[in-house]
């Protein structure tokens, strides 16, 4: 058993803005700490001997030593602890990188982020620009550190249907349902009514036969509730993509983005639904 927050400084991974400890509901204050406070992917590396964790606030991978198996893990100090911070994509601006999913796979740290295109909502333009949505995987090598550029990225602007099957028809997809990517909303009211506001968290990451598997997960989901006061009941539309590996064996290759049912050499011939 680890206990994070007591080897994790006070305050290490940001200010904790719920202004209402014993009262979740009207708590308003933390919802623009969705994504952006605490901890969040967690991942231990091959032999056990390192935890190694995400710290959403300063952006950095932070590796805990156990102790070498196979002995009881060693109870970590504050000497155990390192950190390494992401680095930040060209296209991006820095304060919009933002990371979450870590995984490791033959000794190798992945770490998933998303440009989260926040700079770009301004008064005139407060549901910002989509077409800066990005998803990244960075790689980092124990002993090494990150490697400078993403092994793999995509833009998040793509399309996607309703967010609610219930109301998969045109005229209603598109003015209240759209499961359409946004940018990260810091303030409820440009989103509010809506009960679906889509904004994109890269929260897990797994590796199949050496194709990248990513799961995004709706950051609107986490900031709206049931029955909260001023707050919509939202409908969460997350999404799960694949990126097959170019050439088959060759990490170095890198990943190509499925396309129309089709990953690498593989296509797939989804049922159509006549009901």
Same mark, same amino acid.
Request: aromatic fraction near 10%.
């Given at each position: 058993?680890?206990?994070?927050?007591?080897?994790?400084?006070?305050?290490?991974?940001?200010?904790?803005?719920?202004?209402? +400890?014993?009262?979740?509901?009207?708590?308003?204050?933390?919802?623009?700490?969705?994504?952006?406070?605490?901890?969040?992917?967690?991942?231990?590396?091959?032999?056990?001997?390192?935890?190694?964790? @995400?710290?959403?606030?300063?952006?950095?991978?932070?590796?805990?030593?156990?102790?070498?198996?196979?002995?009881?893990?060693?109870?970590?100090?504050?000497?155990?602890?390192?950190?390494?911070?992401?680095?930040?994509?060209?296209?991006?601006?820095?304060?919009?990188?933002?990371?979450?999913?870590?995984?490791?796979?033959?000794? @190798?740290?992945?770490?998933?982020?998303?440009?989260?295109?926040?700079?770009?909502?301004?008064?005139?333009?407060?549901?910002?620009?989509?077409?800066?949505?990005?998803?990244?995987?960075?790689?980092?090598?124990?002993?090494?550190?990150?490697?400078?550029?993403?092994?793999?990225?995509?833009?998040?602007?793509?399309?996607?249907?309703?967010?609610?099957?219930?109301?998969?028809?045109?005229?209603?997809?598109?003015?209240?349902?759209?499961?359409?990517?946004?940018?990260?909303?810091?303030?409820?009211?440009?989103?509010?009514?809506?009960?679906?506001?889509?904004?994109? @968290?890269?929260?897990?990451?797994?590796?199949?036969?050496?194709?990248?598997?990513?799961?995004?997960?709706?950051?609107?989901?986490?900031?709206?509730?049931?029955?909260?006061?001023?707050?919509?009941?939202?409908?969460?539309?997350?999404?799960?993509?694949?990126?097959?590996?170019?050439?088959?064996?060759?990490?170095?290759?890198?990943?190509?983005?499925? +396309?129309?049912?089709?990953?690498?050499?593989?296509?797939?011939?989804?049922?159509?639904?006549?009901?």
């Amino acid at each position: 058993f680890i206990d994070l927050n007591a080897l994790f400084n006070v305050r290490t991974a940001g200010v904790n803005f719920h202004a209402r +400890h014993n009262d979740y509901a009207p708590d308003l204050s933390a919802y623009d700490a969705v994504g952006k406070t605490a901890l969040g992917g967690l991942a231990m590396s091959d032999d056990e001997s390192t935890l190694y964790a @995400m710290n959403l606030a300063d952006r950095n991978l932070y590796s805990i030593s156990l102790g070498a198996a196979p002995a009881a893990p060693v109870a970590p100090g504050a000497s155990s602890l390192t950190h390494t911070p992401l680095p930040a994509p060209k296209d991006c601006n820095a304060d919009d990188i933002r990371p979450f999913a870590v995984t490791v796979y033959q000794s @190798m740290v992945y770490v998933g982020a998303v440009c989260s295109a926040e700079s770009t909502i301004t008064r005139s333009t407060p549901k910002g620009d989509a077409s800066q949505l990005k998803a990244y995987v960075f790689a980092y090598t124990p002993g090494s550190g990150f490697a400078a550029a993403p092994v793999f990225e995509t833009p998040l602007n793509y399309p996607r249907h309703c967010a609610d099957r219930a109301f998969n028809y045109p005229q209603t997809c598109t003015t209240h349902y759209s499961a359409l990517w946004n940018p990260w909303q810091p303030d409820i009211k440009n989103a509010y009514p809506s009960t679906v506001y889509p904004q994109p @968290m890269l929260t897990k990451l797994a590796f199949d036969n050496g194709d990248l598997i990513l799961g995004l997960r709706d950051r609107y989901g986490d900031q709206t509730g049931h029955n909260v006061p001023n707050v919509p009941e939202s409908r969460s539309a997350g999404d799960v993509l694949r990126a097959c590996l170019t050439i088959p064996g060759n990490y170095a290759s890198g990943w190509a983005l499925e +396309h129309n049912g089709t990953c690498g050499d593989t296509t797939i011939l989804a049922g159509r639904d006549t009901g």
